[in-house]
């Protein structure tokens, strides 16, 4: 199945559309990512502001003088703060670097109509999503000793992870109508956020291409 933008990308390059003419065409079409959502990011919205309610609901809870929270927190040793620190440094900001720059290259700003597969999209399908979940883990720990690592913040981590799969989710029926098959080869390809086979995966694409 062709994808519906494949006509914009021919008449964006032979020049018969500005990239606003090819901007206002998808969204006529109903082809921009969040133009279905109540509000854009309607499903990240909602998991990360869950997740900072629960995060803080022990501070909340103190500052308010409520005993309505009364559960034992996870003591996180030092050394394991330092190690969550150099991850947030070595593996999120990249995965930012490159959402970055797939945008930044993308002639219509975020709403791509050519599909991006190489960099970390040769990784994962969303690599801003996942640098944003591994935030969340992150940075808990980081701050461990300021604000209590409860049982809620766990809670708060899950309901984040739900609210990106079902934002992916959302966005990807979007990319399928926009790419059709060349989408769904990819998605068969390259994982939505297991960041660790897909790096297996990838190095062996690369290896498959260098033996033909």
Known sequence: MAGEVDDLVRKLEEGELSPQEVLDEMKRRRLLHHQNELFP???????????????FLPVLT?????????????EMPVEVGYLASILLVVLVLPLFYAAYLRSKNSV??????????????????HPSFLAGFMIVIILP???ASKIPF???????????????YLQSSSEEKVNIRKWGDEYRRYM??????????????????DEEKLEE
């Open 41 to 55: 990011g309607f499903f990240s919205v909602l998991g990360m502001t869950a997740w900072g309610v629960l995060w």
């Open 62 to 74: 103190e500052i308010f003088g409520s005993d309505i929270v009364n559960v034992p927190s996870i």
């Open 108 to 125: 219509t700003g975020d709403e791509d109509i050519i599909l991006v597969k190489d960099g970390a999209y040769g990784i994962v399908r």
């Open 141 to 143: 720990i980081i701050f």
């Open 150 to 164: 409860t049982l809620f913040t766990v809670l708060g981590v899950i309901a984040v992870f739900v609210a990106l």
């Open 188 to 205: 068969e390809e390259v994982l939505r956020f297991n960041f660790i086979l897909g790096l297996w995966r990838h190095a062996r694409r």
